[in-house]
């Protein structure tokens, strides 16, 4: 009787990995693309009863650049551009081997990065 229930342990173990946290980070030009692909994973991620946090706005990164207009004249005349990066971060707690294998079978749109990290 015992071995079974030494079986039973070490299946839990199994099934539980050492993982206490996944950190996925989400990076795109457009907000609301990043937004519909974070409500994507939740949807997907809440179908295997984990908790899940956020998603957690970071940041916004705003890179400008500043052009000139001319070359050799009209110096002084110049162009400003700028390119807005919108980040969201979600934090899925006591992942199962499962749910990370099936998180990289996940589509979401070309226009957005993931970053997984393990915690």
């Known amino acids: 009787m015992e071995t079974v229930n030494v ?3 070490k299946a839990e173990k199994e099934e539980k990995t050492e ?11 457009d907000s609301k693309v990043v937004d519909t692909s974070c409500a994507a994973i939740i949807d997907f991620v809440l179908k295997y009863d984990v908790k899940v946090r956020g998603p957690i706005p970071l940041p916004t990164e705003i890179k400008k650049y500043t052009v000139n207009r001319s070359t050799f004249v009209h110096k002084d005349s110049r162009e400003q551009f700028e390119i807005r ?7 899925i707690l ?5 749910l990370i ?4 079978d996940l589509n979401l749109p070309t226009s957005v990065e993931i970053e997984i990290k393990v915690v």
């Open 101 to 104: 294998e099936s998180l990289k």
């Open 19 to 29: 993982v206490s946290k996944l950190r996925i980070k989400l990076k795109s030009y």
């Open 85 to 91: 990066i919108h980040k969201r971060l979600i934090e």
């Open 94 to 98: 006591d992942p199962t081997l499962k």
């Open 7 to 9: 079986k039973k342990r």
